[in-house]
Antibody
Framework: QVQFVQSGTEVQKPGASVKISCKASGYSSPIYFIHWVRQAPGHGLEWMGWVNAGDGVPQYSQKLQGRITITRDTLSSTGYMELTSLTSEDTAIYYC???????????WGQGTLLTVSS | QSALTQPASVSGSPGQSITVSCAGTINDIGTYNLVSWYQQYPGKAPKLIIYEVTKRPSGISSRFSGSRSGYTASLTISGLQPEDEADYHCCSYAGGRACVFGGGTKLTVL
């Protein structure tokens, strides 16, 4: 099963951007889907988008379209999620997750806390 | 507002069975047999416990089972144990959106 290790805690000011990384290990299939999911304090999970690790084609939630970019680097087996124009409503724990199909989130990273505050 | 509707909380005593519902629409649960369930302990990442409505990943107890009827999916936990106390999240594929989540359900074991 794949293991994901994410980058550390982030503190950003409103209007800034953030880029979180997620290093994957332990998978052999070239077809793998890396998703990003976030969880605001005291709230449920929100799907943000995915990237097909094989061809690099992303898909984003309509809510975040225009502010989010999800990429991957095949050489380092690392996924990235960049979010721009941050507001306090983006304060959340961000998880990378994924699996061999686009529908099932088999493995999860440890989460990255993002705090947006002036 | 979440795309899928779950009860905010459910509770049960050890040994009992409980069911968590997850109501969707024709655009998600009603069309796709691609509902998954995740267990999450406080301060921890979620964990997949049911996928494709009824299937269990390796290592997940048979006490966890899933089903679907119409636009509603359900997670049943039988023989409730204290360690089952956690939050449970449902997710459905919805065409252009890979995963629409419910708001999550807090399970309390009395």
């Amino acid at each position: 099963q794949v293991q994901f290790v994410q980058s550390g805690t982030e503190v950003q000011k409103p209007g800034a951007s953030v880029k979180i990384s997620c290093k994957a290990s332990g998978y052999s299939s070239p077809i793998y889907f890396i998703h990003w999911v976030r969880q605001a304090p005291g709230h449920g999970l929100e799907w943000m988008g995915w990237v097909n690790a094989g061809d690099g084609v992303p898909q984003y939630s309509q809510k975040l379209q225009g502010r989010i970019t999800i990429t991957r680097d095949t050489l380092s087996s690392t996924g990235y999620m960049e979010l721009t124009s941050l507001t306090s409503e983006d304060t959340a724990i961000y998880y990378c997750t994924g699996g061999p199909t686009p529908y099932n989130l088999d493995s999860w990273g440890q989460g990255t806390l993002l705090t947006v505050s002036s | 507002q979440s795309a899928l509707t779950q009860p905010a909380s459910v509770s049960g005593s050890p040994g009992q069975s409980i069911t968590v519902s997850c109501a969707g629409t024709i655009n998600d649960i009603g069309t796709y047999n691609l509902v998954s369930w995740y267990q999450q302990y406080p301060g921890k990442a979620p964990k997949l416990i049911i996928y494709e409505v009824t299937k269990r990943p390796s290592g997940i107890s048979s006490r966890f089972s899933g089903s679907r009827s119409g636009y509603t999916a359900s997670l049943t936990i039988s023989g409730l144990q204290p360690e089952d106390e956690a939050d449970y999240h449902c997710c459905s594929y919805a065409g252009g959106r890979a995963c629409v989540f419910g708001g999550g359900t807090k399970l309390t074991v009395l």
